[in-house]
């Protein structure tokens, strides 16, 4: 068994990878470049070095090098674009919705934009109100680009290349908080393609859906409803735009319940469209209502006390899937 | 004539750009007014000569970024009218297929590769494009227009410290035609000249008549070098007029009155045609033969645009992503 990786190593060898596989890949940034630090993560260290050019430090200037990763993308190069914080997408929204999203409709097929616009998001180090927000909805509303949230280091690289290798736009999501935590080394050279849900463990009796950070926390009460003898299957979205319904309604006809859990705030969130889906789909099959798990519909509060209320607890989880079960 | 001037066959180029360009845009507004064309118009009648002056200098290889006031940049640059015609007409065969309408033209043939109905927001996208043709070693330039109200947001200030950091060969070409929407010039910008923003930057940049030919095809020029050569980016502000307001049917009561009456007697249109035969660069044979030939032109480009099968409604689930969801 291969030594375990982070997530921060996965995506520099994805990275690297990339701009070794494909000269039209580059880099754009704020302290993405070597002398700057290889950015804020050290994702990008060592790559300054290793491609000159290619890796670009910039201004702190999100509009700027947002729209020059789209001008980019239209003349044929694949950017990477790294938006330190997913809160600072606030600033650069028109160039990622009004145009990297669209260009390719409104064009009728012309140009089109193969851009990643990496970021980062999470709650946990008391970063207050505009440092840990899940803003995922946000695009996922937006026809025209994906999003892409890996939860573990394999699938960081994996989709990170998958990101990187499609012909549309992809916001790609990592979770800062787990960036330190280890797991199995991915399949380097093999891209994960966007689209693709994964059954992270199967089961019979309920099917618990989450993305990013919440697959850390469904896998860990997974165990706990596992030694009470409820049986779960959990799905890993790894791609929250477009959703795998395929995957997903597949499970819940074999389950008849399912729970939906991510770290965003609640109201008109990803659960929300998942639980609606599945609704529409197997009204009549369904044991019990879908649940949702989510973050309070609140700022991110910086007390420590008020950021672990903030978040959803594995007790809620737990009592999400128990009420399922008791219909 | 010296060196930087045009001869007269590149004289006669821009007024056969420009009359290109103010027929098309009279039979737009024909057409709009008669309820042939349904779609929200910002003409930009009145400042032809720009990028017909700049154009000349252009070929397909360069890139340019336009606005939603930009219909005289596109053909200009050489997007064919008919094309034009068709998509505003909502036809299969329009630049777009009828799915970007008038502030979307797109046409890479010609290298008309984004146009933008947001203000200030082209300019990001135009940084991007000469990034590309600077780390492939092209020759290439990026030509990216705005009005005089695009100079007060970000993304202006954003794009021309990333251009002049990075040296890119970008010409930022502001088309002052002295209001943004309904507002002034002096209401609305802190500096006389929008020009001398460049200096903030430390970039290089020219400010001329934007209603003389000539200056704007010298100063173009010489942007164009700089940048062709490596030495990056200029601003480029050229002072004119819009003579149908910032939208058609725009009454313009927030103009002091006479301003439009001694903007329009100074029309930039027929004075250029006045001075070419003054100072005979062409011959009014030649001139009429160009009316002539143009407006037969826009009339089988308008034909070709009506005439075209309306594009299907299947369309709307088509290039929403590169493989359908």
Redesign the interface.
Known sequence: MADPINTIQALNWALDDAMAADGSV?LLGEEVADPEGGGIMKVSQGLSTKYG??V?S??I?E???????????????R?VVEIMLMNFLAVCM??IT??AAK??????????VPMVIRTMTGSGFQTGGQHADFLEAWFCHT??I?VAMPSNPADAYGLLRGAIE???PVLFVEHFPSYWTPGAPPDRGKAIPLGKARIAKSGKDVTLIGYSRSMHDLLAVEKTLGADGIDCEVIDLRTVS?LDMETILTSVRKTGRAVVVHEAVRSFGVGAEVSARIHEALFRELRAPVERVASHDSPVPFAKQLESAYLYSHADIERAVRTTLQS | MNAESPDAPTLVAIYRKMVAIKLNDDRFISQIKAGRLIMPYYSARGQECIPAAISVLLTDADYLVTIYRGIHDMIAKGVPPKLIWAELAGRSTGSCKGKGGPMHITHPQSGCMVTTGVVGAGMPIACGLALAAQLRGEKRVTVTNFGDGASNIGAFHESLNLAAVWKLPVIFVCQNNRYAEHTSLAKGTSTKRISDRARSYDMESAHVDGNDPVAVYRAAKAAIERARGGAGPTLIEATTFRFNGHLIGDTGEYMPKGEYQTALAADPYPRYRNWLLQNKHSTTAELEKIEADTAADVDAAMAFGFDSPLTDVSEITRDVYASPA
Do not use: W, Y
């Open positions: 580059i050019a290619r670009r910039t201004p200037s509009m700027a090098f947002t729209g020059a990763g789209v001008g980019a993308a239209i003349a044929g190069m950017p028109d160039q009004n145009h260009l390719r409709f409104m064009s009728g097929g012309q140009t089109h026809p025209g994906k499609d012909e549309d477009p």
